[in-house]
């Protein structure tokens, strides 16, 4: 399975005065993606192009479709275009070159000259004097007369069309953009001696995408949706809250093609550079097992702990169980104690979780081959001794014992 995308709806608000937006939707995706769907309110004038602010500085420009929300089919995109060269000191100054500027030094000097070029420390001027390298830093004022072109205070979509009248009219559009992903992560207190796992879990919405989203309709996709290759670095996450009150069910979980999607039931806004932490589903009591298993592959002096339960209604829980970090904690004398973590894989309804939490401290194995005798040019015979020993005082345990057959023809002669 290759990476996951699914066509989703992300909202996105307006704060130019001009623009109205009605419909705003987020769908967020696990590989760093989300979909935009807006309908804005705008005044369409004959000659001038229509300019959508406020979108993800992220976006994908070929992903962006806009039409009459109407579905007039005369209404046509001529032209599109989509700008992102921002305002920054830096850009003005680059703009700046061989043009007047005005600086005031640390010591209150005026300068006027016409800027030869600059660095990231030096400004390097040529005025009636001759030419000056000036240092820059934080106590150099520099003034200039006007924003250059080319320049812009926001991210912009910029349409030329065809085919409607003047006036305001409902537009809407849609975009894919990287920089929003989210994960799901679960926290479990293991209460041993009733055998059973108090679960909490929630997910994590990342939001670096360039773009504010208020009172936004919150989509969340979980599946394995193919992508073309892509370089984008995927978002980490911080660690949960160990315990919360119970709160409402606040997603509704359903399928959606091959995937699941997973819909919060009341507006939310999704700030830039913010992540968001919301409860997935109630608290869940569930029944489980503790199974030891010993891998000489993995480790071969260790026995692997795990915590294994069945994702169902009878345990307590029966939604589909996105991906994510299980951390298990334990209760002490004096609270909870961490006791190890793993990552579940995306989990049905009705199938078990296995998660690993360590290796056991009392029980120990030994892998040796015993004997080994050569019986052709393509064949060989071995004997394998496997050793396990429980130092724990008072219990019993049963291990799994996990071993590979690398050849594709072999057998167990004994």
């Not at 830093?137 to 069309?161: A, F, Q, Y």
């Not at 939490?357 to 060989?380: H, I, M, W, Y």
């Amino acid at each position: 399975m290759k990476s996951v995308v699914a066509l989703f709806i992300v909202s996105l608000v307006l704060l130019t005065a001009s623009l109205y937006a009605d419909d705003n939707y987020v769908t967020v995706y696990n590989e760093n993606l989300a979909l935009v769907k807006q309908v804005r309110s705008l005044e369409i004038k004959k000659g001038t192009p229509l300019k959508f602010t406020d979108v993800a500085a992220q976006l994908i420009p070929s992903s962006v479709h806009l039409r009459a929300a109407n579905g007039d089919k005369n209404f046509q995109v001529l032209e599109q275009n989509f700008e992102y060269d921002l305002v920054s000191a830096d850009k003005i100054l680059e703009k700046y070159v061989d043009h007047p500027v005005s600086l005031i030094r640390e010591n209150g000097e005026l300068v006027n000259g016409t800027l030869l070029s600059k660095s990231a420390s030096t400004l390097v001027l040529k005025t009636s004097e001759g030419i000056k390298l000036i240092p820059w830093n934080d106590k150099t004022s520099v003034d200039v007369k006007e924003l250059p072109e080319g320049l812009i205070t926001r991210p912009t979509l910029i349409w030329d069309v065809t085919g409607v009248a003047e006036g305001k009219e409902d537009l809407e559009v849609s975009y894919l953009t990287n920089g929003m992903s989210w994960s799901a992560e679960y926290v479990g207190v293991l209460n041993e001696n009733s055998g059973t796992i108090n679960l909490d879990s929630w997910v994590s919405v990342d939001n670096k995408c360039g773009a504010t989203f208020n009172d936004a309709h919150l989509k969340l996709v979980a599946g394995e949706v193919h992508r073309a290759p892509s370089a984008q670095p995927q978002p980490k996450f911080g660690r949960m809250a160990l315990e919360s009150a119970a709160a409402p069910p606040q997603f509704e979980e359903r399928g959606l093609f091959e995937y699941h999607i997973y819909d919060l039931g009341r507006p939310t806004t999704l700030k830039n550079n913010q992540t968001k932490q919301i409860s997935l589903f109630q608290p869940a009591t569930v029944k489980f097992d503790k199974k030891y298993f010993y891998d000489a592959s993995q480790d071969p002096t260790k026995v692997e702990v795990r915590i294994v339960f069945r994702n169902d209604k009878a345990a307590g829980l029966g939604m589909a169980l996105p991906a994510g970090i299980f951390r298990i904690y334990q209760k002490d004398k004096e609270g909870l104690e961490f006791i190890g973590e793993d990552r579940i894989d995306h989990t049905p309804r009705n199938e078990e979780v296995k998660a690993t939490v360590g290796n056991a401290f009392d029980l120990v194995g030994e892998r040796t081959v015993v004997d080994r005798k050569k019986l052709s040019e393509r064949s060989e015979q071995q004997t394998i001794g496997i050793e396990l020993r429980n130092n724990k005082e008072k219990e019993n345990v049963n291990i799994t014992v996990v071993e590979y057959m690398y050849r594709t023809n072999w057998k167990i002669t004994e």
